[in-house]
């Protein structure tokens, strides 16, 4: 498929109302569709907030979305969509709830922007060491200066990070649960959700092969 896709009666609810894209509708111009990665916060943690990949990808198909795909039991979906972001994050955190009856944040990026957040990552190039890792945190926008000071004040020891932009990037020379830098993650508010290195380039490449 490319960029450039008709969309053609699907079915879409939006705070309650049906609304439809039909071929008829739009007099057979083509509508630009962007390729998403919704990251989903604190599902399938220790036993809270269940969700099942399967039907979680049912429950986004029943919103409208395209080509839906998901990723690993933390909550990764792929999914192609003419809607702007705003729109969709509030349409899938309000769909969720419905569906599962809990509230949840949702990070968007498109495919575009994953791709520069690998790109930027400053600790790309490092070799890692046996229980060395990176970890990206993705917020709904750039973090405050709370959440800046946090970081700031924590004890890294050995540990990395730096902010880029609605990105902070971490790197750690010890296992994650052994860091005090990474238990400073937890204060960063509910509207982040964090991800591995390995995760976030197959979600990359996920999304360019749904582009193809």
Not at 45 to 52: C, M, Q
Not at 115 to 136: K, M, N, R, T, W
Not at 187 to 195: F, N
């Amino acid at each position: 498929m490319t960029e450039w896709d008709i969309v053609a009666f699907l079915p879409y609810k939006a705070q309650g109302n049906p609304v439809c894209y039909q071929y008829g509708c739009i007099e057979g111009r083509g509508i630009k569709m962007t390729t998403y990665i919704a990251l989903l916060r604190g599902i399938n943690v220790s036993g809270h907030n269940k969700i099942k990949m399967a039907e979680l990808k049912r429950t986004m198909e029943g919103l409208g979305l395209l080509q839906v795909q998901t990723y690993i039991q933390s909550g990764n979906v792929l999914f192609r969509s003419p809607e702007n972001p705003q729109f969709l994050r509030e349409l899938i955190e309000a769909g969720i709830k419905d569906a599962f009856g809990f509230s949840i944040t949702v990070v968007l990026r498109t495919a575009e922007e994953l791709e520069q957040i690998i790109a930027d990552c400053p600790y790309a190039d490092v070799p890692l060491a046996e229980g060395e890792s990176i970890h990206v945190t993705s917020l709904t926008g750039p973090p405050g200066q709370k959440a800046v000071d946090t970081l700031a004040n924590s004890e890294r020891e050995q540990d990395e990070y730096q902010i880029h932009g609605s990105e902070i990037y971490f790197l750690f020379r010890q296992r994650i649960l052994d860091s005090k830098l990474a238990k400073s993650m937890q204060k960063l508010g509910d509207q982040t959700t964090t991800r591995n290195w390995n995760t976030i380039n197959k979600l990359s490449a996920m999304a360019k092969a749904m582009e193809q």
